[in-house]
């Protein structure tokens, strides 16, 4: 099971990043904010501070084609916030 699903690279989460040195991933559904903290700090080589979470459910669209209106269903999935201590920093394009 991982725990760290993809980092969030978003223009609101690289503002908070360079001002507030808070860094956002989806995570797995089932893991709590200590096993967050844990695989963050192992992955990253980083000191963690504070982690915050949050729940987004999945919601129905609908779309309008050719063979009528096509009905489906986004995932749900589960947000970190991540703060890091003072003096760390987390370089995503690093390994590109």
Do not use: H, Q
Request: aromatic share 10%; no cysteine; charged share 25%.
């Amino acid at each position: 099971m991982s725990v760290i699903i993809k980092p969030l690279v978003t223009e609101k989460m690289t503002r908070y990043g360079d001002s507030l040195n808070k860094y956002g991933f989806v995570v797995n559904n089932e893991v709590n904010k200590l096993e967050i903290k844990k695989a963050v700090e192992e992955m990253y080589n980083v000191t963690v501070v504070s982690v915050n979470t949050m729940r987004y459910a999945g919601k129905t669209t609908s779309r309008y084609t050719k063979a009528g209106v096509i009905s489906g269903r986004k995932n749900s999935f589960k947000k970190a916030i991540v703060t890091l201590a003072d003096g760390d920093k987390i370089d995503f394009y690093s390994n590109i």
